[in-house]
């Protein structure tokens, strides 16, 4: 027998009959469906943020019930991981892009056919629950629909195991109140630019203790996503981080009769915190860079779109511009960013795979991410959607570089490649290692995570 719903609302039914309206590869299965209950677990957004998007889809999905848990980011993974032990874990969740080797063998990938999906259909004058079957998008679909990041992060030996409410890219945060006392009228868009304001951002007690900081860089505790920085400098200089072979790239150089662009890059990154170097305006000793920005203590940092709400709350007066993140020149040859977002997954051990991947693909689509991008203030991960967010003043710095923005890690663990490349970093500064030993060091570890 199908399960009949009564007393509904006339947008209810309307909502009911546009979808079926738009659904040519729907198929009635004709089996009776079973009430479910799926459990999601994301982090960072409260459930103000996700409802209405469960709302919306459990009206067309009425025997669907989808309960929402926000973790703290410092549980989130022991908490999946002791989840999935026992049992317990959610049927749908989020973890960064970076995460999809090391996540893959406790993830359900897309499958080619969507079945048993509950669904509320028109019969004459009542509403009923009836179970549908769907053909699920192709890779060329939604390599169409998604930033050009989103399908090389997501796919694993040709299945498609997460996709995206939205992609960060990082941006230049300035003071406009000591650019002003600076005597600088404009931000700036390339490294050039920064290295000659830095100077005149710095401000150093006679002792040569620092007071007020010109840029956030330098260092690899204190500068928020200090591996991303060091990764952007890399790609705008033509450096192949992993190559196609899934080779580390750090030795050598990547164009014929220069220097280790590698080194280079990382020595440019590091002088910011070497007192011996005219661009010197920051060290291990300065608080995280979030809070110096927010404090005024810093003139600019670079960072991404969730960093805004951070400094806000910290301090809600502060007079803060945020523009494009630099390149090496205005007319860059190698335009590059980092794409940093999360993906929404589908545990392995759930009972309804299809439903879940079912609500993962009605999360996505334009409709209802515009619900979640206008409630956080994120940037997106629809092609379709850059051109409305680059109208945004808040929006546009982050949303002009989603075409080139990339995020190169694709090995089993994010962190170990992260700590090397911060390792480096550190190393570097103090002396314990040249820049070139210090890479080489970081490439052998980020290459044992790519076997």
């Known amino acids: 027998?199908?399960?009949?719903?009564?007393?509904?609302?006339?947008?209810?039914?309307?909502?009911?009959?546009?979808?079926?309206?738009?659904?040519?590869?729907?198929?009635?299965?004709?089996?009776?469906?079973?009430?479910?209950?799926?459990?999601?677990?994301?982090?960072?957004?409260?459930?103000?943020?996700?409802?209405?998007?469960?709302?919306?889809?459990?009206?067309?999905?009425?025997?669907?019930?989808?309960?929402?848990?926000?973790?703290?980011?410092?549980?989130?993974?022991?908490?999946?991981?002791?989840?999935?032990?026992?049992?317990?874990?959610p049927d749908i969740f989020s973890i960064p892009n970076t995460w999809v080797g090391m996540y893959q063998s406790k993830l359900a990938p897309m499958p080619p056919q969507l079945t048993n999906i509950p669904t509320a259909v028109l019969s004459g004058k009542d509403v009923i629950i009836k179970n549908s079957s769907r053909t699920t998008p192709s890779t060329r679909v939604l390599k169409d629909s998604f930033v050009p990041t989103v399908l090389k992060d997501v796919v694993k030996d040709d299945q498609v195991y997460g996709l995206p409410l939205f992609v960060d890219t990082l941006a230049l945060f300035y003071n406009r109140d000591l650019l002003a006392r600076a005597g600088i009228p404009e931000p700036p868009r390339t490294w050039s630019e920064i290295q000659t304001m830095v100077p005149k951002l710095t401000v150093l007690t006679a002792q040569g203790d620092l007071l007020q900081s010109g840029i956030a860089l330098g260092t690899a505790d204190n500068v928020s996503r200090s591996a991303d920085v060091l990764s952007l400098l890399m790609l705008q200089s033509g450096v192949n981080i992993v190559n196609e072979n899934g080779r580390v790239g750090f030795s050598g150089s990547t164009r014929s009769g220069e220097d280790n662009l590698a080194v280079n890059a990382l020595l440019y990154y590091t002088d910011f915190a070497n007192e011996n170097k005219t661009v010197y305006t920051w060290n291990e000793t300065q608080a995280d860079a979030v809070t110096a920005f927010a404090q005024g203590k810093v003139a600019m940092m670079l960072g991404y779109s969730y960093h805004i709400p951070q400094i806000q709350q910290k301090n809600p007066r502060i007079n803060m511009g945020v523009v494009a993140a630099p390149q090496i020149t205005e007319t860059e040859i190698i335009p590059a960013n980092i794409a940093n977002y999360w993906i929404e997954v589908a545990s392995k051990k759930t009972d309804y795979p299809s439903l879940v991947w079912d609500f993962i693909l009605f999360s996505v689509k334009q409709d209802q991410a515009i619900k979640y991008l206008e409630a956080t203030k994120r940037p997106t991960a629809l092609r379709a959607l850059i051109r409305d967010q680059q109208a945004d003043l808040d929006l546009k710095p982050f949303a002009d570089s989603l075409l080139v923005a990339e995020s190169w890690y694709k090995g089993s663990n994010a962190q170990v490649a992260e700590e090397a490349l911060k390792n480096a970093i550190t190393i570097t500064l103090d002396g314990t290692e040249t820049a070139s030993a210090a890479l080489t060091n970081a490439g052998r570890t980020i290459q044992d995570t790519l076997k």
């Open 1 to 89: 027998m199908l399960v009949a719903l009564k007393k509904l609302s006339p947008l209810f039914i309307a909502l009911v009959a546009l979808v079926f309206i738009g659904a040519g590869c729907t198929k009635d299965t004709g089996i009776t469906p079973k009430r479910a209950s799926l459990s999601y677990w994301r982090v960072f957004d409260d459930s103000s943020t996700i409802d209405p998007i469960i709302q919306a889809y459990q009206a067309l999905h009425p025997s669907v019930n989808i309960s929402y848990k926000k973790l703290r980011i410092e549980e989130y993974e022991r908490e999946l991981l002791e989840g999935f032990a026992e049992d317990r874990g």
